[in-house]
């Protein structure tokens, strides 16, 4: 079937060219398509995502090495990136500096209720159900 053939076609482009539109013009394939597929065809769906993330570390394979190529050319930028990015002494620092207030101070209710919102919004603790709030 010729629709199976073409589904082959661009998967086959999404591994060696993991960007969408490149590859649905590579293809001659419309990215309108492409989703309809993507939405229709949960095997399709499967396999283009597959190809994606193929062709994504291919990508960064192929990233990788030019990098490489360009610290050995001994280029400043291309030195400092990798330093900085594998090497714990030249990775981007942050420095806090605070006060701390004595533990024995207490908070107000509204300050009490202000953290907590703030750490149920960040997720770091769970959000009480209204139901819970009324038994206490």
């Known amino acids: ?3 199976d053939k073409n589904k082959q076609i661009l998967i086959d482009q999404l591994r060696k060219t993991p960007i969408i539109q490149i590859a649905c013009e590579k293809s001659g394939i419309g ?15 499967e396999n283009a995502d597959e190809a994606l993330q193929e062709g994504s ?17 001994k280029n400043i930028t291309a030195i400092i990136f990798w330093l900085k990015h594998h090497h714990p002494n030249y990775a981007t620092k942050v420095e806090v500096t605070a006060r701390l207030k004595a ?8 300050q009490e209720a202000l953290v907590t919102k703030a750490l149920q919004i ?5 959000k009480v159900k209204e139901e819970e709030k009324h038994d206490t």
Request: proline share 4%; hydrophobic share 40%; glycine share 0%.
């Open 1 to 3: 079937m010729k629709t």
């Open 103 to 110: 533990d024995n101070e207490t908070l107000s209710p509204e």
């Open 31 to 45: 990215r309108a398509t492409y989703y309809r597929w993507k939405k229709d065809d949960a095997k399709f769906c």
């Open 57 to 73: 570390l291919l990508v960064n394979d192929i990233a990788e090495s030019q990098l490489m190529s360009a610290i050995k050319d």
């Open 122 to 126: 960040a997720a770091l603790i769970p």
